[in-house]
């Protein structure tokens, strides 16, 4: 892994990965062999291997809640005021 070789300790626990897409997050826990899901993509496969060793662990986080959206996104005012106030919260408390 790249920050143990830059000498940082790995962390006991699993790093957390908040998704939208409740699909893309069952994928990662229960692999299922559908058609829709027969063209995996490589890094899917990735994720899904680093679910399994424990590296990562996967939520699901409704998209009015996504707090990255309010970087990445054009939103209503409302939306991005509130997603704001919940990045400056996390960044000064």
Do not use: C, W
């Amino acid at each position: 892994m790249m920050m143990t070789e830059l000498g940082y300790a790995r962390s006991v626990s699993p790093i957390d990965l908040f998704s939208d897409s409740q699909g893309a997050t069952a994928m990662s826990y229960n692999p299922v062999n559908r058609n829709a899901s027969k063209h995996i993509d490589l890094a899917d496969h990735y994720v899904r291997e680093q679910v399994e060793r424990d590296t990562i662990s996967i939520t699901y986080v409704s998209t009015k809640d996504m707090v990255a959206d309010a970087m990445t996104k054009s939103l209503p005012k409302d939306q991005f005021n509130k997603l704001m106030g919940q990045i400056m919260g996390y960044l000064l408390g």
